[in-house]
């Protein structure tokens, strides 16, 4: 059975299976089909299906053409789980979000493989790069694929190799970011090797699908936390009149020891305010508490409120209130040069100020229309930011930092700026940091 799949991968013949083609799986199908592998993709949207049949993309930094030529090659999308049975490989990048508990939430993974499982077939490996809490791949994946009367590591080969996007980024494409790669088997692990190392310049092998999981959230911990720790620090360099993002540049020219991070308006993203309390609801089965996951945390969804009492303050100065002010917030995706709007801070923003009585809009070039939100609703669409709509304004708040914004204009006609993102490095007098 082995042997056979190795073959069959080294010659780029075995044909794969992406199920969930969203920010990973779209890039990830791309590179499988650019390299010759025959690649399906399996989705429960079937608008997103159409649109990827008709070679079209719905995701900005994912050029349309990509698709379309994946397409000439053979590329094709699908709502038919049947189809997995064609599959040699089956690679699974379907979403972990919180429940309304701040729990896992993995009935997407489980859903999905319980929807696989009438068509797995022996000589198949089964790949999981969801992010999600050690034990997901052995005790959700495991049993339910045993079930099935399949051995793991002799019929089917079961893997866990974390995803490692960073939307927009132009320094890194999927090739170029090193993978790890975890199995339950030797033979597993081996059978993952080969698969990832087709496609990724550099696959790094640990010992368990154990240690992959627990990998992918140290990465995210590292960062929730250390963003935690940039964001109080700038509360306390505000109360003591000290510039943040001046100390972090000064900083930042420690050449060894010293990383930089970025305070704003809060946390976004569907990776680094969520991936962490997978680790904190699992650790509690080992009567562990996750400390500096649950202190980053309440600083982070903190910091809406406190953004939204610096502006409090600067309406306050001139005279006004929140209430009946006209607020714009510039960038409203969760970070900048994206279009990515899932857990974005800037929402929190727009959210809190109007229900304090502000009449809110946002200018964003990559999110022309605010979109359908499972918690937010705002019926509007991205102004164009001319002098005659700045001025308009009582006060302009810079949330998510697009290179794509005419800071200057921004500067030379707002009344009152309110910047979370440091991009204004002088002083000035309608500029409050916030
Ligand atoms: N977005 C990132 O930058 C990033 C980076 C690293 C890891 N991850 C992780 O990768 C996973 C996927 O994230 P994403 O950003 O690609 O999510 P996404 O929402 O963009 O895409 C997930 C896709 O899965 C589909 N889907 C949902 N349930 C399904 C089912 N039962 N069967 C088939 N398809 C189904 C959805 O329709 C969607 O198209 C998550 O665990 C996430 O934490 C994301």
Request: aromatic residues 8%.
């Amino acid at each position: 059975m082995k042997k056979a799949l190795l073959s069959k991968i080294k010659n780029n013949k075995a044909s794969i299976g992406i199920v969930g083609m969203g920010y990973v799986g779209l890039p990830l199908m791309l590179r499988f089909s650019e390299v010759g592998f025959p690649v399906i993709g399996i989705d429960i949207d079937t608008d997103k299906v159409d649109r990827l049949n008709r070679g079209q993309s719905y995701i900005e930094h994912i050029s349309g053409k990509d698709i379309a030529d994946a397409r000439v090659r053979g590329f094709h999308a699908t709502s038919d789980f049947s189809e997995a049975r064609d599959a040699d490989i089956l690679i699974i990048c379907v979403p972990t979000p919180l429940n309304r508990y701040r729990e896992p939430d993995l009935s997407f993974v489980i859903n999905t493989v319980e929807a696989l499982i009438p068509h797995l077939r022996p000589g198949q490996l089964v790949s999981l790069e969801s992010t999600t809490y050690p034990g997901t791949t052995e005790e959700e994946l495991k049993p339910r694929i045993e079930g099935r009367g399949l051995q793991i590591g002799k019929d089917v080969f079961l893997v866990f190799s974390p995803e490692r996007e960073d939307p927009a980024n132009p320094d890194f494409v999927t090739r170029t970011i090193p993978k790890v790669c975890g199995g339950q088997t030797p033979d597993c692990l081996e059978v993952g090797m080969t698969l990832y190392g087709q496609v990724i310049d550099r696959v790094v092998p640990v010992s368990s699908t154990q240690a992959a999981e627990m990998t992918k959230l140290l990465e995210n911990i590292h960062r929730a936390v250390n963003i935690g720790l940039v964001n109080e620090m700038k509360i306390i360099a505000d109360r003591m009149g000290i510039d943040i993002h001046e100390v972090i540049r000064a900083a930042a020219t420690k050449p060894f020891g010293f990383v930089p991070y970025y305070p704003g308006p809060g946390l976004g993203g569907h990776c680094i305010p969520i991936d962490p309390f997978y680790l904190t609801w699992k650790a509690r089965a080992y009567g562990l508490h996750t400390r500096f996951i649950e202190l980053a945390g309440e600083v982070n969804r903190g910091m809406p409120e406190w953004v939204v009492g610096k502006i409090a303050d600067a309406v306050n100065e001139r005279g006004m209130a929140i209430r009946g002010s006209r607020m714009l917030v510039l960038g409203i995706a969760y970070k900048k040069n994206v279009d990515d709007m899932r857990e974005s801070p800037a929402v929190m923003l727009m959210e809190i100020l109007r229900a304090k009585g502000a009449d809110v809009a946002y200018s964003d070039h990559h999110v022309s229309v605010f979109p359908k939100m499972r918690e937010h609703r705002f019926d509007l669409k991205s102004l164009t930011l001319t002098s005659e709509t700045l001025s308009s304004f009582d006060c302009v708040i810079v949330a998510t930092n697009h290179d794509a914004f005419d800071y200057d204009l921004v500067k030379a006609h707002a009344r009152l700026i309110v910047d979370t993102r440091g991009v204004y490095l002088d002083p000035a007098p309608n500029v409050v940091k916030a």
